[in-house]
């Protein structure tokens, strides 16, 4: 059985497992969640990359611009995989999204990629077709995004249905909801500073159906109930811990 992560190493460790278990059972379009708004998806995606040390330069990882992917070369030292960036403003954009797509590229990892940059990410796994490709701590459901209609939107929502949530991790009030492939979608309740395993979805619950399981098992009662931002704050800070 999946255990709760118990430190942010645990939870990318956990990713990487679901990863791998994932594209074993042939899946090829993964998306891995940490729903914590204090963490920084760079340092997470170093860590997470030994899952590919074998690819070498087989692995392409794309930031959403320049700079991203410049500061992660600086940052990351000498690494064997490709680091390219999505500039999809205008006139920065000087590529072709079908060139950015060789024969040689096994892999392709999106870092935090936005709702700005879905058609080049759709147009990127249309090109790499079987090849896996993984969003890693992607913020493709933020609503609020400027120019974002409800076309947008529905495009956003297709795009994502076409890939398998292998891991996803998020706070609620008291309890959190966790999935590590091939597990099912978990509740686990807040007790005593640890997390117990309170109920398992085999589909993602959605707000209302999480609502009534916490009401069910008892998630919702004791402790005063805190913001969401201050919910999922304490969450990361005890993650890093």
Known sequence: MVAFPQTLDDAIAQAQSATQAAIAAGY??????????????????????????????????????????????????????QICSLDVAGARQTTPVEELVS?????????????????????????????????L??????????????????????FLSTFEPCYYVRPLDQAALLRCYPSPWQIWLESDEAYTLAAEELLKPSSEKLEEILLRVGG??????????????????????
């Not at 879905?118 to 249309?126: A, L, R």
């Not at 701590?137 to 297709?158: F, N, Q, S």
């Not at 919702?220 to 304490?234: D, L, W, Y």
């Open 103 to 135: 024969p040689n590229d096994q892999v392709f990892l999106f870092v935090a990629p936005s709702t700005v940059e879905v058609s080049p990410v759709e147009q990127v796994c249309t090109v790499a077709g079987d090849r896996p490709v993984i969003l």
């Open 220 to 241: 919702a009662q004791a402790a005063p109930k805190r913001s969401f931002i201050e919910e999922m704050q304490r969450f990361l800070r005890a993650l890093v811990q």
């Open 28 to 81: 090829t379009r993964l998306q891995i969640d940490l729903l914590l708004p204090e963490l920084k998806p760079t340092p997470v995606a170093l860590q997470y990359l030994p899952v590919f040390s074998e690819l070498g330069a087989g692995l392409k990882i794309f930031f959403t611009d320049a700079g991203a992917a410049a500061l992660a070369r600086r940052d990351w030292g000498m690494l064997s995989h």
């Open 137 to 158: 701590a992607p913020r493709l459901e933020d609503i609020g995004a400027v120019g974002i209609g409800y076309t947008a939107r529905k495009i956003r929502e297709r």
